[in-house]
């Protein structure tokens, strides 16, 4: 989708929104976006954190490393809403 038609169906999707709590979050969120700056976050964390997780990202790629939905699911069935 070009950049003018997803300005303009954002445009037509926000004036049919009535909720101004919804709007309200909506704007906060983009205004957030709006204002990061790419690698804001990266800069802020110590060697140690950007060594983990880069060492996480490629013990990521080796699928043997990998825990299923339903490993998952069964490791923190405590913490899932039922």
């Given at each position: 989708m070009?950049?003018?038609?997803?300005?303009?169906n954002?445009h037509?999707?926000?004036?049919?929104?009535e909720?101004?709590?919804?709007l309200?979050?909506?704007?906060?969120?983009l205004?957030?976006?709006?204002q990061?700056?790419e690698?804001q976050?990266?800069e802020r964390?110590?060697?140690?954190e950007k060594?983990?997780l880069l060492?996480?990202?490629?013990?990521?790629?080796d699928?043997?490393?990998?825990?299923?939905?339903?490993?998952?699911r069964?490791?923190?069935?405590?913490w899932?809403?039922?």
């Amino acid at each position: 989708m070009a950049l003018g038609n997803i300005k303009a169906n954002f445009h037509l999707l926000i004036e049919k929104i009535e909720n101004e709590e919804l709007l309200t979050s909506f704007y906060e969120l983009l205004f957030q976006k709006s204002q990061a700056q790419e690698g804001q976050l990266w800069e802020r964390l110590t060697q140690e954190e950007k060594a983990e997780l880069l060492l996480a990202d490629e013990e990521s790629k080796d699928s043997n490393n990998l825990l299923s939905d339903e490993e998952v699911r069964q490791k923190h069935q405590e913490w899932l809403i039922k």
